[in-house]
C-alpha cells in the first residue's frame, strides 16, 4: 500500500504558491497591476503574509502562462503586449469563443437564458462604472462557455481572458458613454434561444472582434 509522504509544510507551502498565484493575476485581470509594472516578491510577500518563496513560484506559473516576464538580473514585470499580440490573442478568442457559443446553443436551457438575462441586466445597471460592466461581461462570456460543457474549451478560453481583460479594462476607463452595453449580447441571446449555432457563432466572433480596434489604441497610448 502506497503512502502519502508529504508532509503538513508541503501542504501550507502549495496553499500559499496558489494564494500568492491568485492573488497576483487578479491584480493583473482587474487592472491595478498595469503592463511593464515591476513585481518585487518581497512586496507581494508583505502584502499577503506568506515568505518569498511561493511568490517566486507563483511568478515562475504566472510567466509561463505568458502574464508576466521574467528578467534576469532584474526582476518580474507585467507583460507588455505588441500590437501583433493583441491582434493574435482576439483572432484565438474570436474563434475559441465562436466555437463555445455555437456549442452552448445546442445544450442551452431555460434556465441558461435567465442566467445570461440577469447577467445582461447586471452590465446594463453598471452605467459607467467601467469595473462593474467588465466584471459582468468576463461573468457573461464565462457561462457561455459553461453552457457549452467543453471543459479543455473552456480552459483555453479562461487563459485568454486572464489576458484580454486589463486590456479591455484601460479602454473603457476613457470611454465617455455605455454604448458598448448590449453590443450583439441581446442578438447572442435570441439566437441561443432559437438554438441557432451558426448564427451564435457569427455573432460572437463580431462581437469580439468589434473591440479590437479601440483596444490597439488604448494600448498604444497606454
Known sequence: MLTDRRSPFDTVH???????YQHIKRGIRMGELRPGTRLTPDGIAAEIGTSRMPVREALNRLATEGLIVN??????VVRVLTAKEVREVFAMRSVL????????????TANDIEDLERLLQRMDRSGLDASEWITA???FHERLSIIADAPQLMRQIAA?????EPLMRVWL????????????????????KARDGQTVESLM?????RT????LQANQNG
Open 212 to 215: 479590437l480596434p479601440g483596444i
Open 137 to 139: 461581461h468576463s461573468q
Open 205 to 209: 466572433r463580431a462581437h469580439i472582434l
Open 97 to 108: 469563443e465562436g466555437l463555445a457559443a455555437s456549442l452552448a446553443a445546442e445544450n442551452v
Open 160 to 164: 485568454l481572458h486572464s489576458v484580454c
Open 14 to 20: 502549495a496553499t500559499a504558491q496558489e494564494e500568492a
Open 71 to 76: 528578467r534576469p538580473n532584474r526582476g518580474a
Open 173 to 192: 476607463e476613457g470611454r465617455p458613454s455605455p454604448d458598448y452595453v448590449h453590443d450583439r449580447h441581446d442578438e447572442l441571446i435570441s439566437a441561443l
